[in-house]
């Protein structure tokens, strides 16, 4: 039989005292790689490094990239000090099912591509010896399985990180829906008292005994109280045990004024050791009060949210702990203070980084519906709800304690005709409910109907100005809404337009959104449309950007470049922030002064007399135009600045914005060429500039 390239780990490590603890080793590197239709032994396939995905191909666009089989292989061998331990692999993500065999015996399958889950693996290795872990993923479409369809890539492979993990006999659990074990929930929480109730899974033998000591410590590390519980286990090894604390005067997680966070420290002693689990987390409340204003703490808080598609140009769904720092970097800079993550629970790292900027977080199942696409997003079959209760439940008890995390979503743009997701619907309602923490549930809608009085809050995605009307009739449609539901806790869960940093126009008007043309300042237009209502009307607990970044969607041929949705404020490989996303710096980013000259991409031009933007933080800009000031304007109240009619020479002009009270500047260089003209597309049917609406339903997305 030939060979097969497998990488050897040989796990070296601590023995003795070590041993009676909890040890991981990261299984990240040194994987094979073949593609589920590869069948040749001698094919030897490809050296991969995780996080990894096989579908570079949708990233460039093609709409039948390959869904279906993929195998990874990988040697390791475990000490054979472990003997006594139980050995467990645990799996970040894989899309979307995943089959593990060890040493040629099935050891379990999950199936959901974007939670975590773990198995024990201690009856199948070979302590001493090496052992081979093939592991074999399948995002091949599942009508039992979410999500059926959406305007996303459903990357296949293992994109996130796999731990061997070593632990005693009596150890924390490993097998409640793929949390940590340890779940840390504050009650009662003033700016007097809180009270945090704390509890963890214990898991050994029949009948074994336990001592578990819970030890609270602040932001610091310092102890400030610690509690020690017996427990006995029952005739399956299992049990709960808890205990509870109370901290006097509490410093509050308070946004990203003071995301301050507390650490929870849980040790289980019992048959061959001891086991710890530390998690971070944060003491405070929120609601949505009577004027439908979000209140963080008591205090109402206006969200400046956006929209994120966990995905990366050039390395789709697989993305490294760096890419997670610099979106929430470029989050940061923006002045984002809330972030939804569209369509699938996004990683744990990114959502503790969201912890520690003080981000608020609206956390979802892939339980998405077509919108204007063909398929359906519901399938009434049980093992369909069995596989949407069992996504829910891992989504909550994965992520339970972030503080970020302030809404659980239920589904995004689903439909009640066909089959009818009510009553599933509701029962998710009902977990999320009992089993969440007391966050508030949340949909994302674009249809009239019961589905939008279910959860706690609804959120509606709107898109007048791109897919049909123009965005001044947004004002009409919110004023509608409040009028026809008073009391309906709505939001705005999408908005937004397309958009290329390569395509420009010479004048305003809505371009056709399936076709090819997305000039970008028309989706500048539309967001300072958008933005002038929401933030002299505050009728809403929230609203969301359509998107924050350009994402992948292989079945998408408008834009500039097929695969990709446009709608990003910055471009899918984060290297370049459009117009927009420094109109809404200007709005929410008070703290660090900038001057951002609009449309300083639009390099050439046809006409001599222009009229000049600029976007800023500040009180003043003053505009130069080859060093001859234009005059000084001041802040309209949306970080805007307008110079109408500056003439500019024939050729190459210099244009700068300076700020004269902090010296902020931004240049920009601007050829005039009169018979250049850049090319006007005919307007989509009915789509002139005085076209309008419907202000009876939300808009949709396509």
């Known amino acids: 039989m030939k060979k097969i390239l497998l990488t050897l780990i040989c796990i070296f490590g601590v023995y003795g005292a070590a041993l009676a603890q909890r040890l991981s080793v990261s299984l990240d590197r040194g994987w094979t790689y073949t593609p589920g239709w590869e069948m040749r032994l001698s094919a030897g396939g490809q050296a991969v490094d995780l996080p990894h ?22 040697a390791v061998e475990i000490p054979e000090e472990w003997q006594g331990r139980r050995i467990f692999l ?38 001493g010896g090496r052992n081979i872990l093939w592991v074999r993923v399948n995002n091949a479409p599942d009508l039992d399985l979410l999500p059926l369809t959406g305007d996303f890539n459903i990357y296949g492979g293992l994109y996130r990180s796999v731990e061997l993990i070593a632990v005693p006999a009596t150890h924390i659990a490993f097998d409640d829906y793929g949390s940590c074990g340890l779940y840390v929930t504050p009650t009662e929480v003033s700016e007097a008292r809180a009270d945090i109730n704390t509890h963890v899974g214990v898991r050994g033998g029949s009948g074994a005994t336990a001592v578990a000591t819970f030890i609270l410590r602040d932001g610091e590390g310092n102890a400030l109280d610690s509690l020690t519980r017996r427990v006995k286990l029952d005739n399956q090894g299992r049990s709960d045990v808890g205990a509870t604390f109370t901290i006097l005067q509490p410093r509050l997680w308070n946004g990203v004024e003071d995301p301050y966070l507390y650490h929870m420290e849980a040790r289980v002693s019992g048959s061959g050791g001891y086991d710890t689990v530390r998690q971070e987390f944060g003491v405070r409340w929120f609601g949505v009060d009577d004027q ?54 996004n990683d744990p790292y990114f959502l503790g980084l969201c912890d520690r900027a003080g981000i608020l977080v609206w956390s979802e199942i892939p339980f998405v519906g077509a919108g204007q696409y063909r398929d359906t997003g519901f399938n009434d079959s049980d093992p369909f709800w069995v596989n949407a209760r069992q996504q829910m439940r891992e989504m909550i008890h994965q992520l339970y304690n972030h503080p970020s995390i302030i809404w659980w979503g239920l589904f995004d743009q689903l439909i009640q005709r066909g089959d009818d997701p009510l009553t599933l619907v509701r029962e998710l309602n009902k977990i999320a409910r009992e089993e969440g923490g007391g966050r508030l549930t949340v949909a994302a809608s ?81 967001h300072e449309t958008y933005w ?55 709005n929410w980013n008070v703290a660090e002064p900038f001057v951002h000259i609009a ?24 505009l130069f135009v080859n060093g001859v000031s234009l005059g000084l304007r001041t802040n309209d109240g949306l970080g805007r600045f307008v110079w109408e009619n500056a003439v500019l020479r024939q050729g190459e002009n210099t244009v700068e914005a300076v700020d004269p009270m902090t010296g902020q500047r931004d240049r920009a260089v601007i050829t005039v060429r009169p018979q250049v003209t850049l090319p006007e597309p005919a307007l989509p049917g009915g789509s002139g500039r005085g076209a309008s609406g419907s202000r009876a339903r939300p808009g949709y997305r396509q």
């Open 532 to 586: 002038s209502v929401i933030a002299s009307k505050p009728n809403f607990w929230g609203t969301f950007v359509w998107t924050m970044f350009d994402y992948g969607a292989a079945h998408r041929t408008e834009g500039a470049r097929p695969g990709v949705a446009d709608y990003g404020l910055v471009t899918f490989g984060r290297s370049v922030r459009k117009d927009a996303f420094y109109f809404y710096k200007a």
């Open 292 to 345: 439908n204003r979000f209140c963080l703490n008591g205090k109402p808080l206006r969200i400046q949210g956006v929209c994120r598609v966990e995905d990366w140009d050039g390395i789709g769904g697989a993305l490294r702990r760096q890419n997670h720092r610099r979106d929430v970097e470029l989050m940061r800079e923006m002045g984002v203070n809330a972030v939804r993550c569209a369509y699938f629970p």
């Open 446 to 526: 674009n249809q009239d109907g019961d589905l939008n009085f279910v959860t706690d809050l609804i959120g509606f995605n709107q898109f007048m100005g791109w897919t049909s009307g123009q965005p001044g009739d947004f004002a009409g449609w919110t004023a509608d809404l409040r009028k026809g539901f008073p009391t309906l806790k709505s939001g705005v869960s999408e908005y937004g337009a397309g958009a290329s940093v390569y395509q420009w126009a010479d004048s305003l008007y809505r371009p056709d959104f399936a076709g090819p043309w997305h000039p970008e300042q028309w989706q500048t237009y539309l």
């Open 53 to 74: 995905t096989w579908n570079t191909d949708a990233l460039g666009g093609k709409p039948d990239y390959y869904r279906g089989l993929g195998s990874y292989l990988k």
């Open 599 to 622: 449309e300083k991409r639009r390099e050439v031009r046809g006409r001599a007399v222009q009229t000049l933007r600029v976007f800023s933080n500040q009180n003043d800009v003053e």
């Open 90 to 127: 645990r799996f970040g993500g894989a899309n979307s099912v995943c089959d593990l065999y060890v040493n040629g015996k099935h050891v379990g399958q999950h199936r959901g591509g974007y939670t975590a889950f773990a198995w024990e693996v201690t009856r199948h290795i070979t302590f």
